[in-house]
């Protein structure tokens, strides 16, 4: 399993790396969604400081929608499905790499934004969160890899699958955007929240991640055999 998980992950990295669309499209995209945020809510009011939090994980999951498109329509075309599942891999071992990697470059998105947004937005630091805020990207960036790659095997065999895939993953990663939101608020002090109020919250998505992985390593062989 790991040996699969380090040949699909450093496929996919690979295929990134090569292309470059996140760089050249995904992250030009987020930026422009906190300049839109910024110019849609008054920041003289305060208004968009305080919603820089959840302005922040909104535009993670809508990069989260383009990455995966992107990263099964490439397993799509050409029949490279059919190869992948002829190829004898363990499909747990497919599963993790293919998140792995995602959860890689939505980290690296989100230390981009987490720049913008100080920059953007003028959000307040302080040094107390930076642990709650590292603990809460690795929690929550995990659970977003898992949902988006078990949900995007499943809407991979659809003709329908660009519609289909907002549908399905949204709802599910509904929770993942509430305690990430609550979970940076603390760590950022917003509402004068203490550090201590954001703990629960990653212990809420460290339980969903741990639960979604367990599923995937579960039902991705059986959604990797669908034509």
């Known amino acids: ?3 699969t998980l380090r040949l699909i992950a450093g496929k996919d990295l690979r295929i990134e790396a090569r292309s470059r669309v996140a760089t050249n ?6 930026l422009l969604v906190l300049v839109l945020f910024a110019f849609a809510l008054d920041p003289d009011s305060g208004v968009l400081q305080r919603a820089t939090p959840g302005l922040l994980w ?9 990455t995966v498109q992107r990263s099964f329509a490439l397993e799509t075309a050409d029949g490279a499905r059919d190869a992948l599942r002829l190829s ?22 989100e230390v981009v934004l987490g720049i913008g947004i100080v ?7 302080r040094a107390a969160g930076v642990l709650l805020l590292v603990a809460t990207a690795l929690a929550a960036t995990w659970g977003l890899a898992v949902v988006g ?4 095997g499943l809407a991979a065999g659809a003709r329908v699958r660009d519609t289909l895939l907002p549908l399905l993953l949204l709802p599910v990663a509904a929770p993942v955007l509430i305690g990430a939101n609550r979970a940076t608020e603390a760590a950022l002090g917003i509402g004068d929240r203490a550090v201590t109020e ?5 212990g809420l998505l460290t339980v ?5 992985t367990a599923l995937g390593l579960v039902a991705f062989g059986p959604l990797l055999e669908e034509p």
């Open 25 to 30: 499209q995904v992250l030009p995209f987020a």
């Open 119 to 125: 920059v953007l937005y003028d959000s307040p630091t």
């Open 208 to 212: 969903f991640s741990l639960a979604y």
């Open 1 to 3: 399993m790991l040996r």
């Open 198 to 202: 954001g703990w629960p919250w990653v």
């Open 58 to 66: 909104l535009a993670v999951l809508f990069c989260l929608l383009l």
């Open 88 to 109: 004898a891999l363990e499909p747990a071992g497919i599963f993790l790499g293919k998140a792995a990697a995602l959860a890689l470059e939505l980290l690296a998105l």
């Open 149 to 152: 790659t078990l949900y995007g």
